[in-house]
């Protein structure tokens, strides 16, 4: 007999930035822009020592804002679609069906109907408040946890600890 575990859900445009907050800073942007950083950084300590008759230019350290600066546009940016998608198509956040069978994952709402199978998925991610199913890198379904009980909670772990073994599972 097929499992079947559904979840009805709203997402206010306020978790919805918070969620891909979330995805955003566990992305691979993130990272790089990190070790862009490190590089500039000891780029910029490393001449300054190299060049020790000089004076410590303060304009050279401005090099290492730089991933900052590319960060806080990244996120603007995401920001601005996520509200400008959330405004746009309200009917995909609200009030929506989760349906999750041993083979496919399923959303249903106004006017709208997805089904994928779980291959096609790379992985799954518990946080604080999401689980977080990826579709791949940079894209994910967010279940918000605050909206459930323990005991849907419970079920949905034990659930995703069973999905075929190409989905990596990664909960706490």
Do not use: H
């Amino acid at each position: 007999m097929e499992r079947e575990i559904v979840i009805n859900q709203s997402l206010s445009e306020e978790k919805l930035l918070k969620a891909s907050a979330q995805i955003l800073l566990s992305g691979r942007i993130f990272i790089y822009l990190l070790i862009l950083f490190i590089v500039l950084l000891l780029n910029t300590i490393g001449s300054t020592y190299i060049n020790e008759e000089e004076e410590v230019d303060v304009f050279s350290f401005f090099q290492c804002a730089i991933p900052f600066i590319v960060a806080v546009i990244v996120f603007y940016a995401v920001k601005k679609a996520v509200r400008k998608n959330y405004k746009k198509n309200t009917r995909y956040f609200l009030n929506v069906t989760l349906s999750f069978t041993d083979d496919t994952f399923k959303t249903e709402g106004k006017d709208f109907q997805n089904s994928m199978p779980w291959e096609n998925y790379k992985r799954i991610k518990e946080t604080k408040d999401w689980f977080l199913i990826y579709m791949n890198q940079n894209q994910a379904q967010m279940v918000d946890k605050t909206a459930l009980s323990e005991q849907q909670i419970q079920e949905l772990k034990i659930f995703f600890r069973t999905l075929p073994p190409k989905v990596k599972v990664y909960l706490k």
